[in-house]
């Protein structure tokens, strides 16, 4: 298994920028899909981005388009989330999760989380 820690979370204003971290450690972390969710209170958990740990698959969904960029740096086990052009809709916890095999965009899917880091974008 793996132990997910995220980080790079806070307040920011309508149409700024962040750039969340996310840091592994366990065993075989190339085996692992690792992807973003987020949540906000009273709604359903959502994904925003994933990468195949090990290879170059990348998927993020239309409504981020153009204001996500996921990446990785195995050398650091991080996987990192830029995000820009923020609107106060993107408030929510922002989750790390990871899982055996190919890249999915269900939570149901991951079996390891990590705490979550707050985002709040003011209007």
């Known amino acids: 298994q793996v132990d997910l820690v995220e980080s790079g979370g806070g307040l920011v204003q309508a149409g700024g920028s962040l750039e969340l971290s996310c840091v592994a450690s366990g065993r075989d972390f190339t085996d692992y899909a690792v992807a973003w969710f987020r949540q906000a209170p009273g709604k359903e958990r959502e994904f925003v981005a994933g990468v195949n740990w090990s290879g170059y698959e990348k998927y993020v969904p239309e409504f981020a388009e153009g204001r996500r960029v996921i990446s990785r740096d195995n050398a650091k086990n991080t996987v990192y989330l830029q995000m820009t052009s923020l609107k106060p809709d993107d408030t929510a916890v922002y989750y790390c999760?990871?899982?055996?095999?190919?890249?999915?965009?269900?939570?149901?899917?991951?079996?390891?989380w990590g705490q979550g880091t707050q985002v709040t974008v003011s209007s």
């Open positions: 999760a990871a899982r055996r095999g190919i890249l999915r965009s269900v939570e149901k899917d991951y079996g390891f």
